[in-house]
């Protein structure tokens, strides 16, 4: 067997389990993908390159054809092809992003993480090994960011092994120290177990049943109380009043996700019932299933709006909080530009029932939680499943 053929073998196998192992739903694992930088700068050529960064970008996303069959209904061959297909454009950014002399690969890498990081590749930038800085610096904030973009450009260059061995002891002594990020006093993350029906049953005995939730919620000294992802459904004038008459004179304010509709489209949005309307409108909806942007030039109309660079941060009660929906949480940019604004608070709400039997919502769940610790910001999740 040709030496390149059984290292590309190797490091094919390697690049699986770095995917694998770091985008598990596991927060302290996520170092774990920090592997792929040492394994494509050992690449012996262009074939190997897209081989490994396939292998590694197609384990860590392994939920998706599971879940884009589940939220069509339909069999699991559309689910393959969505996957293969959101798997090109990291592939193609690290294959260009390559060189044959061993000295440019560092550099090299660190353009393909800023490419994958902001649009319009970086709206698949899915299984960016940078997540994993509050793993291993927690606290550090931006310059966790810094030191471990040096880490994975160090991992790049003939040195990498060594670099492992200095990553891994960071490793260590985070794991020993972790401690989940702290919920804010008096602020309260509600899950749901309702599956597709949340957002979809538009009956006011659901309304009812979520405005008990609140209240329960309330009852055990929460005054600000998060509801998930497309919780209200479509927010309608009538909605609004029934709402504002449930919550009155209780002192609750409740953030909660909606659409807000009209005849171009929708918005995907936070709301704040408690006179405040609109608190947050999504930056980067799912792709296809939610955000398709070449609708209008087949006559179709009503998908969800992207807001890219809008509305990074929001305010409640005097406190800036940092607001995060669903597919915005496996993503590089949303949080960076929200985190750029200083906020005392983050916010991550999702409706993952079409994730069922994934690991899809673990690993939105570990990746807020990484970022949180990184910025030593307090965090509160709500989602439904």
Same mark, same amino acid.
């Given at each position: 067997?040709?030496?390149?053929?059984?290292?590309?073998?190797?490091?094919?196998?390697?690049?699986?389990?770095?995917?694998?192992?770091?985008?598990?739903?596991?927060?302290?694992?996520?170092?774990?993908?920090?592997?792929?930088?040492?394994?494509?700068?050992?690449?012996?050529?262009?074939?190997?390159?897209?081989?490994?960064?396939?292998?590694?970008?197609?384990?860590?996303?392994?939920?998706?054809?599971?879940?884009?069959?589940?939220?069509?209904?339909?069999?699991?061959?559309?689910?393959?092809?969505?996957?293969?297909?959101?798997?090109?454009?990291?592939?193609?950014?690290?294959?260009?992003?390559?060189?044959?002399?061993?000295?440019?690969?560092?550099?090299?890498?660190?353009?393909?993480?800023?490419?994958?990081?902001?649009?319009?590749?970086?709206?698949?930038?899915? $299984?960016?090994?940078?997540?994993?800085?509050?793993?291993?610096?927690?606290?550090?904030?931006? /310059?966790?960011?810094? $030191?471990?973009?040096?880490?994975?450009?160090?991992?790049?260059?003939?040195?990498?092994?060594?670099?492992?061995?200095?990553?891994?002891?960071?490793?260590? /002594?985070?794991?020993?120290?972790?401690?989940?990020?702290?919920?804010?006093?008096?602020?309260?993350?509600?899950?749901?177990?309702?599956?597709?029906?949340?957002?979809?049953?538009?009956?006011?005995?659901?309304?009812?049943?979520?405005?008990?939730?609140?209240?329960?919620?309330?009852? !055990?000294?929460?005054?600000?109380?998060?509801?998930?992802?497309? $919780?209200?459904?479509?927010?309608?004038?009538?909605?609004?009043?029934?709402?504002?008459?449930?919550?009155?004179?209780?002192?609750?304010?409740?953030?909660?996700?909606?659409?807000?509709?009209?005849?171009?489209?929708?918005?995907?949005?936070?709301?704040?019932?408690?006179?405040?309307?609109?608190?947050?409108?999504?930056?980067?909806? *799912?792709?296809?299933?939610?955000?398709?942007?070449?609708?209008?030039?087949?006559?179709? !109309?009503?998908?969800?709006?992207?807001?890219?660079? $809008?509305?990074? *941060?929001?305010?409640?009660?005097?406190?800036?909080?940092?607001?995060?929906?669903?597919?915005? !949480?496996?993503?590089?940019?949303? *949080?960076? !530009?929200?985190?750029?604004?200083?906020?005392?608070?983050?916010?991550?709400?999702?409706?993952?029932?079409?994730?069922?039997?994934?690991?899809?919502?673990?690993?939105?769940?570990?990746? *807020?939680?990484?970022?949180?610790?990184?910025?030593?910001?307090?965090?509160?999740?709500?989602?439904?499943?």
């Amino acid at each position: 067997m040709r030496p390149d053929l059984m290292l590309t073998g190797v490091l094919a196998i390697a690049a699986i389990l770095a995917g694998w192992i770091g985008w598990n739903g596991n927060v302290l694992l996520l170092p774990a993908s920090c592997a792929f930088a040492l394994i494509w700068s050992r690449a012996p050529n262009r074939m190997a390159v897209v081989i490994v960064s396939a292998g590694y970008f197609m384990a860590a996303s392994r939920g998706l054809p599971h879940g884009v069959s589940h939220f069509y209904s339909t069999d699991v061959w559309a689910g393959l092809i969505f996957w293969l297909v959101a798997s090109v454009s990291f592939v193609l950014v690290h294959l260009a992003a390559w060189s044959k002399r061993q000295a440019r690969r560092p550099l090299g890498f660190l353009v393909a993480m800023l490419v994958m990081a902001v649009p319009p590749f970086g709206i698949t930038g899915w $299984a960016h090994p940078v997540t994993a800085s509050g793993v291993l610096f927690p606290g550090w904030g931006w /310059w966790g960011l810094a $030191a471990m973009t040096a880490g994975l450009m160090g991992l790049a260059t003939r040195m990498g092994p060594a670099v492992v061995v200095a990553l891994a002891g960071f490793w260590l /002594w985070s794991a020993a120290i972790w401690t989940e990020s702290k919920v804010p006093l008096a602020w309260h993350g509600v899950d749901l177990e309702m599956g597709s029906s949340l957002g979809r049953d538009a009956s006011l005995r659901r309304q009812r049943d979520l405005i008990a939730t609140v209240h329960g919620a309330a009852s !055990q000294g929460a005054r600000v109380i998060v509801l998930p992802e497309s $919780a209200l459904g479509f927010w309608t004038p009538t909605l609004s009043t029934f709402w504002r008459e449930g919550l009155q004179g209780s002192g609750i304010t409740v953030i909660a996700g909606a659409a807000s509709l009209d005849p171009a489209g929708y918005d995907n949005v936070l709301l704040m019932i408690d006179g405040g309307g609109i608190l947050y409108r999504e930056r980067m909806p *799912v792709p296809v299933s939610m955000w398709r942007p070449w609708g209008p030039w087949f006559g179709e !109309q009503g998908g969800a709006r992207a807001h890219f660079f $809008a509305n990074p *941060v929001a305010e409640v009660g005097g406190r800036r909080i940092a607001p995060l929906i669903c597919y915005e !949480q496996l993503l590089v940019w949303p *949080v960076l !530009q929200s985190m750029l604004e200083g906020p005392d608070i983050m916010v991550a709400v999702g409706n993952g029932w079409w994730t069922a039997g994934s690991s899809i919502v673990d690993i939105q769940r570990a990746s *807020v939680a990484a970022w949180a610790r990184l910025f030593g910001t307090p965090l509160v999740i709500s989602f439904n499943t």
